[in-house]
T-cell receptor, first 112, second 115 residues
């Protein structure tokens, strides 16, 4: 089955700096790569996703890049704010009809 | 729509007791997933259903765990007998397989404590 590795497990940045989280996956048939944000005590919520026919996608301060050849994808958060502090999960799946396989998560702390 | 609804939100039970977790997916969604979250293992997929049919239950830890989806609007995850190592947050999620969006929406989770 799919195996998703995520790094780093913890990340601390100063407010205004950028944060980068990286993931690798093992199943070459995976073609859907979402990122979820989970605040303390809350449910995971989708923040951005990318499909294998696209190399990069951006939504305001958040961007995701995908390298299908190398089987890795990354989340980039620019101009970080304290409210960005949360656990971020990457995931991969074969899209419709298949379950998401999640990385172990990255705990991001943005200090004022 | 109220989103994915799970009950109970918190459950404390004694070792050896039966525990039943419940989930109501978003109306119109045809895929349902059960995940378990712990600090050590992160978000683990336990089982998922498409159109009420179990597709992959390879993540179910052992025979003490069972899941059912008798209809499109209800699913249960049962642990019998429960053990302290089952303590975790259990999430149910649903998505629209074949739809324009394959986003998986999570419920609020059930925090299970087995003492």
């Amino acid at each position: 089955g799919e195996n998703v590795e995520q790094h780093p497990s913890t990340l601390s940045v100063q407010e205004g700096d950028s944060a980068v989280i990286k993931c690798t996956y093992s199943d070459s048939a995976s073609n859907y790569f979402p990122w979820y944000k989970q605040e303390l005590g809350k449910r995971p919520q989708l923040i951005i996703d990318i499909r294998s026919n696209v190399g990069e996608k951006k939504d305001q301060r958040i961007a995701v890049t995908l390298n299908k050849t190398a089987k890795h994808f990354s989340l980039h958060i620019t101009e970080t704010q304290p409210e960005d502090s949360a656990v971020y999960f990457c995931a991969a799946s074969r899209d419709s009809g298949y379950a998401l396989n999640f990385g172990k998560g990255t705990s991001l702390l943005v200090t004022p | 729509d109220a989103g994915v609804i799970q009950s109970p939100r918190h459950e404390v039970t004694e070792m050896g007791q039966e525990v039943t977790l419940r989930c109501k997916p978003i109306s119109g969604h045809n895929s349902l997933f059960w995940y378990r979250q712990t600090m050590m293992r992160g978000l683990e997929l336990l089982i998922y259903f498409n159109n009420n049919v179990p597709i992959d239950d390879s993540g179910m830890p052992e025979d003490r765990f069972s899941a059912k989806m008798p209809n499109a609007s209800f699913s249960t995850l049962k642990i019998q007998p429960s053990e302290p190592r089952d303590s975790a947050v259990y999430f149910c999620a649903s998505s629209n397989w074949g739809g324009r969006s394959t986003e998986a929406f999570f419920g609020q989770g059930t925090r299970l404590t087995v003492v």
